[in-house]
């Protein structure tokens, strides 16, 4: 639970806020981190998915993500982790539960400290 707040505190802006500017222009909502084992899930709501922006117009946000918050967050709170899910939804949804909130999700494994694609 510690390594979590860390990840959280490292990730959110200095006013609390956890946005990310991406590579498209969007802003980007860190919502949760999800910690499973080997697994790091972070999760990020973006209202405009709901307006029809769709997962081709987010794959280049997806890989910055995980290469330029997800995982210089887990390096930087010590956590061992081996892959990571960066998740984009229309809202904050809650984990685990159906809902009809448009959701798009991207595995990675870390590779030598990088970010590559899973196909799982």
Request: aromatic share 10%.
């Amino acid at each position: 639970m510690r390594k979590l707040a860390m990840i959280l505190a490292i990730c959110a802006a200095p006013a609390g806020a956890a946005e990310v500017a991406v590579p498209s222009g969007h802003v980007m909502e860190l919502f949760d981190v999800i910690m499973e084992l080997e697994l790091g899930r972070f999760r990020f709501a973006l209202p405009a998915v709901a307006d029809g922006v769709g997962f081709a117009d987010l794959v280049d946000d997806l890989d910055y993500l995980c290469a330029q918050v997800a995982q210089p967050a887990l390096v930087a709170a010590g956590a061992d982790i081996s892959e990571i899910v960066i998740s984009v939804s229309a809202a904050q949804v809650p984990f685990g539960e159906p809902t009809e909130v448009v959701q798009y999700f991207q595995p990675y494994r870390l590779i030598d400290g990088k970010c590559e694609w899973d196909a799982f």
